[in-house]
């Protein structure tokens, strides 16, 4: 069976500042090396910044695997897209990984799955690791539908860009009940959830499917992160709200080594 590293992704959405980059970076430097990888994904306008504190830090952090994330980039290259950023220029300020299909694109600006299914091709084309996320909403879950909308958000990406593709890249479970309301799903449902997209991915390559990091993402704290973490197919986080506070993230960190 493939070891996986475990990785705690921060999205900080629309939060967080350079200050906070400071006092995280500060806290993670005095972590124990452990064996967790850990990503920060600030607002855009931060990664120049925030990418020239991790670089002060030298190998303290890099050792410690801490590296820069991107929230979102564009489906396209170059050229006239007002208010886009490009993978590429994602990659000259720093950033290894990126966020792609988180569930308040999908929703609040429009994003399909083949535009999700762009952004990934795009990414892996920069350089970039694409974080994919997928998630059921309530009434869906609810419906017994939850196994049908993940198959329908992963196969949009994988029938794009081909199984093998998934050998760069981290996949996020999401529900989308469970972002910012508080509620988590139990470390049950998040299994039963990362076990089956496991299988799925498995399915089309053994290797792959057994190497791929699947994080859970939803209401993740120092109260839980545990229990999640602990489950078989959970391979570490992608923490919101959580991450905006540098002791409390840094904990997660912690908890996931
Ligand atoms: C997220 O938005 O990716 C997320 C998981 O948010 P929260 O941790 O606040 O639920």
Known sequence: MATRRPLVAANWKMGGSQQLAQELFEKLSRLHDGLSEVVVCPPSVYLDSVQRMLSGYGQELTQKLVSLGAQNLSHQEFGAYTGEISGAMLKEFGCSYVIIGHSERRRMYGETSDMVAEKFAMAQKMGLTPILCVG????????????????????????????????????????????GTGKSATPEQAQEVHAFLRQRLTGLSPCVGEKLRILYGGSVKS??????????????????????????????????S
Not at 143 to 157: I, K, M, P, Q, Y
Not at 225 to 250: H, I, K, R, W, Y
């Open 136 to 179: 059921e909403s309530l009434a869906a879950r609810e419906a017994n539908r939850t196994f049908e909308v993940l198959t329908g958000e992963l196969d949009a990406v994988v029938d794009k860009v081909g199984i093998m593709a998934f050998d760069n890249a981290v996949l996020a479970y999401e529900p989308l009940w469970a972002i």
């Open 223 to 256: 109260s839980n992160a545990a229990d999640l973490f602990n489950q078989p197919d959970v391979d570490g986080g992608l923490v919101g709200g959580a991450s905006l506070n540098a002791s409390e993230f840094t904990t997660l960190c912690r908890i996931a």
